[in-house]
């Protein structure tokens, strides 16, 4: 998986920058640990720390060109480069029929020559999740790339002079001329619960879009576009469809398994991570060998379950079975509450987003469950991306979100307790036009959606739908896999993020994904042979949360500290009185899961501004 970071500036002799590049470079040890480097020239400098999946003995970065650049002892290229690309074999093939030699199996030197053969245009023969630094010394130009779903990330920070750039933020953070600063729409970033392409809680730094490229060169910085969802005709029947599908998810879970490491898979007993699950097991087994799997639970889930809206039922009985089915090595993960409220582990878990973003306990429980699957494998097959792609959320269905004029999971969420307006003061809220801001977000999503032509207004809707969950939520959860299992050092693979798989699906009409009633039904049909059926007609559950009322108790206290006197940097922002409502209802066992979300992004958020000493400007209220 491995990350990568560095610095690009045309004003000063960065051959001079050796302590500030390594330092940029051990703040993602842990995304890489078992090997690092830097690279160094007069303007650019690239560091990298390697978690080694294929080719271990080789493939070390930053990854030079045997080619002489335009000066002695410079070669031609240089590359730093994180993630995986699934189809390198093939391009190694073809770029060998085209001369290039090579000396390593690894697919970082693919991609490098790649783009030695085929300039930027080499991203769209790439087939993967990446984010990729290249230096190419005749142009003096950096070319960052980052993958077309953005499963993996990429930051960058513009200076006046060129721009830093990293994996995560804390490796821009970790030089002197990056700021820890935010400001009104900063906050809203934070208060908002989705992820905006391009848009970063740390003033003056953002990431790299899903699907775009970066140039950056002495005139500047340019943002290039090279993959879009469009929209087409969809003109297969149900039968191809439910083929199609099934054809390509043949290929791509196999394709997703290669690596000279350990691999597992996440099973929960749900449709999407058990059709993966199912499928991996096979292509196990046609080697010889048997798929381990991995759940996470908590003590007495099971026994004293709870139904509710969103988790009708547990996942421990169906994961248990599934495994039964497919013939699979299974683990469960069984955890606490005191490993869930435990401040070491709190701490890493906000260390390794470094941004403000919060899932409640589900965060907690998800680096949890990655460390303990780290001890037994490297690589992690995982079913996110499915409800996005085949429309399986309640917004998709519901008349409320579908006709709500915003994000729909906001509408949802706030029903039910999850706005920020709940627990701040109305005057900080509209001091920083959360409204207006959240509104303006809206409707640049919506201006984005492709249009196709005869469409009547509700299948529009689903369309915009769709869009708007693929490109505004399924960010979210790829930032949080990506940021969990990395801080354990566990390379997660979302084999329903495939983007040939998102293109033909997102054109399927909505009739046809639910032709049977149910939600995700052209899922569950290509999947039908795969399955028990018990696991083929059960409901949609999220992913568990504990249902423990001392945990929520343990919350308040927190949010206490965060509406203390002093210290506190949300203390002026928060209302006192909605605080005690939320502790009345904790008391009483009444807080609801959504409130709960709320408590935590807002206990959060306060340990974030601590914790990266975040200076607030321009915010009415603020003293900090």
């Known amino acids: 998986m491995c990350g990568i970071t560095g610095w690009v500036d045309f004003t000063r002799d960065l051959t001079?920058?050796?302590?500030?590049?390594?330092?940029?470079?051990?703040?993602?040890?842990?995304?890489?640990?078992?090997?690092?480097?830097?690279?160094?020239?007069?303007?650019?400098?690239?560091?990298?720390r390697r978690l080694a999946i294929i080719d271990l003995e080789h493939g070390t970065q930053p990854m030079r060109t045997p080619e002489p650049g335009p000066r002695d002892g410079t070669p031609r290229a240089v590359i730093s480069y994180g993630g995986e690309i699934y189809n390198f074999r093939e391009l190694r093939e073809e770029l060998a029929l085209l001369g290039h030699r090579f000396t390593t199996r690894s697919d970082t030197e693919v991609a490098l020559r790649a783009y030695l053969q085929w300039g930027t245009d080499f991203v769209h023969r790439l087939n993967g999740m990446y984010a990729i630094a290249i230096w190419d010394t005749a142009r003096e130009e950096l070319l960052l790339v980052r993958d077309r779903l953005g499963v993996k990330p990429l930051f960058y920070y513009p200076t006046p002079d060129g721009v830093l750039f990293g994996s995560e933020p804390k490796a821009i953070l970790a030089n002197p001329l990056a700021q820890a600063t935010a400001g009104a729409e900063e906050l809203c970033d934070a208060l908002l619960f989705l992820r905006t392409p391009g848009r970063v809680p740390f003033r003056g730094m953002r990431e790299v879009k899903p699907g775009h490229l970066l140039r950056v060169g002495r005139d500047g910085i340019c943002e290039e576009r090279y993959w879009a969802l469009e929209s087409r005709p969809h003109t297969d029947d149900l039968r191809t469809t439910i083929a199609t599908v099934r054809d390509l998810l043949d290929d791509i879970v196999p394709r997703q398994m290669v690596a000279d490491v350990p691999l597992v898979s996440l099973l929960s007993g749900g449709l999407d991570s058990s059709t993966v699950t199912a499928l991996a097991a096979r292509a196990r087994a046609a080697d010889g060998g048997q798929l381990s799997t991995f759940s996470v639970d908590f003590t007495g889930h099971t026994e004293n379950f709870q139904a509710d809206p969103i988790r009708p039922t547990p996942d421990g009985p169906y994961a248990l079975e599934v495994a039964r089915h497919v013939g699979s090595d299974h683990h469960a993960i069984v955890l606490d509450r005191g490993r869930l409220l435990d401040?070491?582990?709190?701490?890493?878990?906000?260390?390794?987003?470094?941004?403000?973003?919060?899932?409640?306990?589900?965060?907690?429980?998800?680096?949890?469950?990655?460390?303990?699957?780290?001890?037994?494998?490297?690589?992690?097959?995982?079913?996110?991306?499915?409800?996005?792609?085949f429309g399986g959320y309640l917004w998709f269905s519901d008349p409320g979100a579908r006709s709500a004029d915003t994000f729909p999971w906001l509408k949802l969420g706030a029903h039910r307790g999850l706005d920020p307006r709940n627990l701040f003061h109305p005057w900080f809220v509209d001091g920083i036009d959360l409204e207006e801001y959240q509104a303006d977000l809206y409707r640049t999503a919506l201006a984005e959606v492709p249009q196709l032509e005869g469409e009547n207004a509700e299948e529009r809707r689903t369309r915009e739908l769709g869009y708007v969950t693929l490109t505004r939520w399924l960010p979210i959860l790829l930032d949080k896999k990506d940021r969990m299992g990395m801080a354990s050092s566990l390379e997660g693979r979302v084999p329903f993020c495939d983007h040939r798989l998102v293109e033909y699906v997102f054109n399927v009409p909505w009739e046809m994904k639910t032709f049977s009633g149910e939600e995700k039904a052209l899922l569950r049909a290509a999947a039908a042979d795969l399955l028990p059926e018990s696991v083929l007609r059960r409901k949609k559950a999220a992913y568990p949360s504990i249902q423990d009322p001392a945990y929520d108790r343990a919350l308040i206290t927190g949010l206490a500290t965060a509406t203390g006197e002093g210290e506190a940097p949300l203390s002026p922002f928060l209302d006192g009185d909605a605080v005690r409502r939320l502790t009345a209802k904790t008391a009483t066992g009444s807080l609801s899961e959504f409130e709960r979300i709320l408590v935590e992004s807002t206990v959060r958020l306060d340990d974030w501004l601590r914790t990266y000493q975040v200076e607030l400007t321009d915010v009415k209220g603020s003293t900090h």
């Open 16 to 48: 001079r920058q050796t302590l500030a590049v390594e330092a940029m470079t051990r703040t993602l040890i842990a995304r890489g640990p078992d090997a690092g480097g830097t690279w160094l020239d007069t303007h650019a400098a690239l560091g990298h």
């Open 343 to 389: 401040p070491a582990v709190r701490r890493t878990v906000l260390g390794a987003w470094d941004l403000p973003f919060n899932f409640a306990d589900l965060d907690v429980s998800l680096y949890l469950l990655f460390a303990a699957v780290r001890e037994h494998a490297t690589v992690a097959l995982s079913g996110e991306g499915a409800d996005e792609v």
